[in-house]
């Protein structure tokens, strides 16, 4: 091999392994966060009766509902589309939080 090959294939896998540890990471990211959400959402049915707040896809936007209301409460700015799979699919069946802080709490976990 000549040192020009060998630059080429050192700085190939370097590169890949880059991306494959970004790709990594960034999958762990959104396994926690999700770990954390729904570990939020069973402790808020544990402790609370009745949910109060709605979290659902409601016209192609994200929207709250409060207390079993049929209008949207607030419309968040973002896209349904611009979630991951398993989170449009939660928004889908609808996410259900039994205090303000814990909506404004998901509402900033999905924004970031």
């Known amino acids: 091999m000549t040192r020009r090959s060998a630059k080429r294939v ?6 890949a392994l880059t991306a494959s540890g ?11 966060r999700r770990h ?16 109060r707040f709605l979290v ?7 929207a709250v509902f409060r207390d079993g209301g049929e209008k949207p409460y607030l ?6 589309s611009l979630l ?4 449009r ?3 889908t069946e609808g996410l259900y939080f039994s205090s303000e802080q814990e909506l404004r ?5 999905i924004s970031s």
């Open 84 to 87: 991951s799979e398993q989170d």
């Open 36 to 51: 954390r959400t729904e570990a939020r959402l069973a402790a808020a049915a544990i402790e609370e009766g009745e949910p």
């Open 10 to 15: 050192y700085f190939t896998i370097v590169a």
């Open 22 to 32: 970004f790709l990594t990471v960034c999958t762990l990211g959104q396994v926690v």
């Open 56 to 62: 659902r896809e409601s016209g192609g936007r994200i």
């Open 105 to 109: 709490q998901f509402i900033e976990d």
């Open 89 to 91: 699919e939660l928004l």
């Open 75 to 80: 419309l968040l700015d973002m896209l349904p």
